[in-house]
């Protein structure tokens, strides 16, 4: 991220803070600029937040295709100023009702992790515009075909390419490449869009026209069904017909998101709203802020504070041992019985807790048993865990009124399967590379991930509320694989325990481990990033054996974790405020009444 950019967003917020607490407007933040546009528009156009997310969403689509869409899914968290409530739309994709077990390993041996994503047999039925179609009729003001406005003229009209769409572009693991449709969007005459170049995507534009004239029901059935169904069944040729997707027309005129509430938790006094199952994001995140709340982890006359040794080893064992339970307890509980209450008990958090030494990296922890403490569950094995992808999509938003979308939405990898639905022009996800690869051999055993009809893969995202008081404070969220949940977390610990402002939390450098066994990732080296995670702490968690081996004193943060946009209402003022990322082109717009 250049320094002028980032320089470029912390002067929107100030602005939006400056203009705010004249007229209390809304505020939308999102990781591009045209897709804020589109949101803004709603808002100036007297939408609601709900309003505003669909016309985000579906801009997305256009500007930012390699990361969310219609061809995938994603949870809408909206808390309803009104009533004080907390809900989320589940649009996650679902399993195809032909889909089995051992789907991607036939022979009890796991097919190529980079083949099956990228054949027909990864996509899972998608739920986007199902359930973005179900918000605004339950909570927004504007019709389908009005939010989809803007994203038509930016698919009709063009856009300039950024840099991360064009990196994305160069830096895709052939995804742009494989699949003729895709590769003729994305790289016309064999050559990858470059930063600046002006991209039209007709195909898309009629679509998005065919779905605001005819409502979901264009996309859910008919002649853009048939397409869908057909071009899933394309494999890479390595796989032959296994690599064939399972999807039926059924499958996709039956799609149906679900309502979930939201799982609820505390810290220090705070109140979170978090992503329940079929997502790890909530549990995970709600899991290791319950092993470090008896660290006083803001505190550095204690040898604590932000980026210390000792915070950041407190971090990384909290985040190992939640993950070893992540890869047994959590899946689609729609499914499979996920012990939430016993992940969350104080007590056995507690024991897990006990777990961590100062000073000692831990050997490689196991699972826990939580059932004790839950009798919903059953016992399940740990599983191999599948491939994470680094992308997906996380906005936030509120209104004048104070309803809030905290909205993560995703096609899985960058590009999804790589699949564009010929002559539609949107890509299609390779969501069922989220469950296990590989299924349990015992089936009394069971295990929460594993493919079944019907199911939804297990998710990381993790749209988030802070309240305080029983006030709104806070809504976030990130993509990022599995690094969603550690995202998450960091900007949770920056506002509560380091007294960090939202735009000060999301831009100070993240630590990440998401397997019991791994190593850590973490930033600092990135040129927008000053100060980073410091040499001497890196050196401290390399002495510990968290990082990989390398010099004393040199850099070994370098990675880039998340992106995260999240709107605030300061509670004194009452002023709502944005904040954006730097890791993208994050953009915070205000709109005045
Ligand atoms: N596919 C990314 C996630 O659901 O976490």
């Not at 709203?273 to 549990?283: K, N, Q, R």
């Not at 890869?327 to 958090?349: E, F, I, S, T």
């Not at 999240?566 to 405020?577: H, N, Q, R, T, Y």
Request: hydrophobic letters at 45%.
């Amino acid at each position: 991220m250049p320094l002028l950019q980032y320089v470029y967003v912390l002067v929107l917020c100030l602005l939006s803070a400056a203009a705010l607490a004249a007229s209390p407007v809304g505020v939308v933040a999102v990781s591009h600029p045209a897709a804020a546009a589109a949101g803004a528009r709603m808002l100036a156009e007297g939408g609601n937040a709900i309003d505003a997310a669909a016309a985000v969403q579906f801009a997305l689509n256009v500007v930012e295709p390699q990361s969310s869409g219609i061809g995938g899914g994603g949870f809408m968290m909206v808390y309803l100023a009104k009533t004080g409530e907390t809900v989320i739309v589940d649009s996650r994709e679902r399993a195809p009702a032909h889909a089995r077990a051992d789907m991607f390993a036939p022979d009890g041996l796991p097919m190529s992790f980079a083949l099956a994503s990228t054949s027909g047999l990864a996509v899972g039925v998608p739920g986007t515009l199902r359930g973005v179609d179900l918000a605004l009729r339950r909570w927004g003001s504007k019709k389908l075909s009005a939010t989809l406005a803007p994203a038509i003229e930016l698919a009709e009209r063009g856009f300039r390419v950024n840099r991360f769409l064009a990196e994305d572009i160069l830096h895709d693991g052939g995804r742009t490449q494989w699949q003729p449709e895709t590769a003729a969007i994305f790289r016309p005459g064999g050559v990858p869009l470059a930063e600046g170049n002006w991209l039209v995507q007709p195909d898309l534009a009629k679509t998005l026209k065919r779905i605001a004239a005819r409502g979901p029901d264009a996309f859910y059935r008919g002649a853009l069904a048939r397409a869908i169904v057909q071009v899933q069944q394309r494999a890479r040729s390595e796989l032959g017909a296994a690599g064939r997707g399972r999807m039926t027309l059924a499958d996709l005129a039956h799609y149906q998101p679900a309502i979930r509430a939201p799982l609820i938790g505390h810290y220090r006094g705070w109140t979170l709203a978090g992503m329940p199952p079929p997502s790890s994001g909530g549990l995970t995140v709600m899991q290791i802020l319950g092993m470090l709340e008896p660290y006083p982890l803001g505190d550095s006359a204690q040898g604590y504070g932000f980026g210390s040794p000792k915070t950041l080893h407190l971090m990384i064992e909290a985040m190992r041992l939640a993950f070893a339970d992540r890869a047994v307890w959590m899946g689609d509980d729609d499914a499979v019985p996920v012990p939430r209450r016993g992940l969350l008990h104080r007590d056995y958090l507690a024991t897990r807790a006990a777990l961590i030494q100062p000073g000692q990296r831990m050997d490689t922890p196991q699972a826990g048993d939580p059932t004790p403490w839950d009798k919903t569950a059953i016992p399940a094995q740990p599983r191999r865990l599948p491939a994470e992808s680094p992308h997906t999509t996380h906005f936030s938003i509120v209104d004048r009124w104070g309803n809030v979308v905290s909205y993560t939405s995703t096609i899985e990898a960058t590009w999804g399967s790589g699949i564009t639905v010929p002559g539609h022009g949107f890509l299609l996800n390779n969501e069922l590379t989220d469950f296990n690869f590989l299924p349990a051999t015992d089936s009394a055993a069971g295990s929460a991930n594993d493919v079944a009809p019907g199911k939804r893969p297990r998710s990381s995202m993790a749209p988030t509320l802070l309240f305080k008081d029983g006030r709104f404070v806070a809504a976030y969220g990130s993509p990022g694989g599995a690094t969603i949940i550690n995202s998450v977390l960091n900007v949770t610990l920056n506002l509560i325990d380091h007294g960090m402002t939202m735009q000060q939390a999301i831009a100070a450098p993240r630590l990440s481990v998401t397997h019991a066994v791994g190593k850590v990732s973490c930033e600092g080296g990135q040129d927008f990033m000053r100060p980073g995670l410091g040499l001497a702490a890196q050196d401290a968690l390399r002495q510990l054996g968290h990082l990989g081996l390398g010099d004393a004193g040199t850099q070994a943060c370098l990675d880039s974790i998340g992106s995260v946009q999240a709107v605030e209402i300061d509670p004194a003022s009452g002023v709502p405020l944005g904040a954006a990322d730097p890791r993208r082109e994050g953009t915070v717009i205000q709109v005045g009444p």
